[in-house]
């Protein structure tokens, strides 16, 4: 048996799949089985993955209809393989060759850890660095991820996911099929949000292990699903479904409490001038932001009115 089960799901990504395949055959860490899980591409996916064939750690599976959900594909794939870890890469994503290696070593030195991911580069589609991820995770802390730690499951969750998703990319993660599968998988009702809610109900139930140096790198480009859904109301519902299960999971201390409506404002302040399209979001998100802190309307108001009134500010100082 293999030690570790690589699935790679694609959808039209031919561009960056070359380089995604060779670094994941590349791995330091070479006893692996890599399944690549084409969902029903109209590129040359196909084509590029025919090429990297003949090593025998790769197999491909291709379906004839797309399945509209990357979630789906996740359980797929580790139901299709056989190894107690499982790394889902993403197939526009890169890595260093040594990912696999220093994330397995991770959790074979804490076994409470049932996910172990690294700090990741971002590029850009012409592989340029444009930073890393702590850019996503500054605003929840500057220094949590600045060194290796090992850490509760649970203070993880309550401290920092539930208020944000802080692994932001499948393709830095490492996990334990066993955790994975207690936890019923990914959900396949979600588009958006489902590796952010799948982190967390695997750290309700085990540890993290985090390494510092960026082994990943994740790629955004214009043909990513975030992309294409960027300010939607969808990934709000999806993140309001996983806020829900957070807040009723966990005892969330205050601090986390006071982030998470301080974002609802913010959303909401945003929707409001398309209160018509997104009522029922509306209420939902006003619902459970007044559930955290009943002072919200209020605070609502207040930062309408001071952003109405600095339109209108503007307006006239252009107009004199």
């Known amino acids: 048996m293999p030690i570790v089960s690589v699935v790679v799901p694609n959808y039209n990504h031919a561009p960056f799949l070359a380089r995604r395949l060779d670094s994941v055959l590349g791995q330091t860490l ?51 393989t056989t190894a107690p870890l499982v790394w889902i890469a993403e197939s526009d994503d890169d890595a260093d060759p040594r990912l696999l290696e220093t994330l397995v070593d991770r959790l074979d030195r804490h076994p409470t850890c ?40 649970r203070a993880e969750c309550a401290h920092l996911l ?96 006071t982030r998470i409506v301080d974002i609802l404002r913010e959303v909401m302040a945003r929707l409001l001038p398309r209160a018509v399209a997104h009522r029922r979001l509306l209420a939902d998100l006003h619902a459970f932001g007044r559930h955290l802190d009943p002072g919200l309307s209020r605070s609502l108001v207040r930062l309408v009115a001071t952003r109405a009134y600095g339109r209108i500010a503007g307006r006239v100082r252009r107009q004199g």
């Open 30 to 80: 070479r006893d692996i089985e890599v399944l690549v899980l084409d969902d029903a591409s109209t590129d040359d996916s196909l084509e590029v993955i025919a090429r990297r064939s003949p090593d025998p750690r790769l197999r491909v599976v291709s379906s004839a209809v797309n399945s509209g959900s990357p979630f789906v594909q996740w359980n797929r794939g580790v139901a299709a």
């Open 114 to 153: 049932g996910v172990a991911f690294a700090q990741s580069l971002c590029i850009d589609a012409n592989d340029r660095v444009t930073g890393t991820q702590t850019q996503w995770t500054d605003s929840i802390d500057r220094t949590h991820w600045l060194s290796d730690y090992v850490d509760d499951g």
């Open 162 to 257: 539930a208020v944000t998703n802080t692994i932001p990319n499948a393709s830095a993660v490492v996990f334990r099929r066993a955790v994975y599968a207690d936890v019923g998988g990914a959900p396949e009702s979600m588009r958006l949000a489902g590796d952010w809610m799948t982190w967390l109900r695997m750290l309700l139930v085990s540890d993290v292990a985090f390494v510092a140096e960026p082994l990943n790198r994740h790629r955004s480009h214009d043909t990513t699903v975030r992309a294409a859904w960027a300010g939607d109301a969808r990934w709000w519902r999806e993140t309001l479904e996983v806020w829900r299960f957070a807040e009723a999971a966990l005892e969330l201390p205050q601090a986390t409490r």
